[in-house]
DNA sequence: CATTTGACGCCAA
DNA sequence: TTTGGCGCCAAAT
């Protein structure tokens, strides 16, 4: 695992229930404001069940993909609480 | 080691 | 406002 992965795993981790961060916000967060394009890269590759990666969506307000579709992606953020 | 891919984001038409 | 194109980064090929 590399250094910022992990620190992705970790900042994903740690967003609350009812929450979303966007790829922008959680590349930020790891300290490469401009990743946002690998942290979903990421997601995308290693999908664990600990890691909520429903819980990050495009900043344009977009639900961006899911291993599992994007349906399922969509019911958990509403199951979850989370509206536009 | 070099190139391509991809759950993205921003700017210019 | 919507679309297209360019940039950017990490992992896979």
Redesign the pocket.
Known sequence: ?????EKVYAVVKEIPRGEVL??????ILVG????????????????HSS?P??R?????G?F?????G?ES?IKLLRQEGYVI
């Not at 695992?1 to 992965?5: D, I, P």
């Not at 490469?32 to 999908?47: E, F, M, Q, T």
């Not at 961006?64 to 599992?68: E, I, P, T, V």
């Open positions: 695992m590399s250094a910022f992965s966007t790829y922008k916000q959680v590349a490469n404001p401009r990743a946002s394009r690998a942290v979903g890269n990421i997601l995308n590759k290693n999908y890691i990666c429903h990050v969506i495009r900043s344009d977009k961006g993909g899911y291993n599992r994007e992606k």
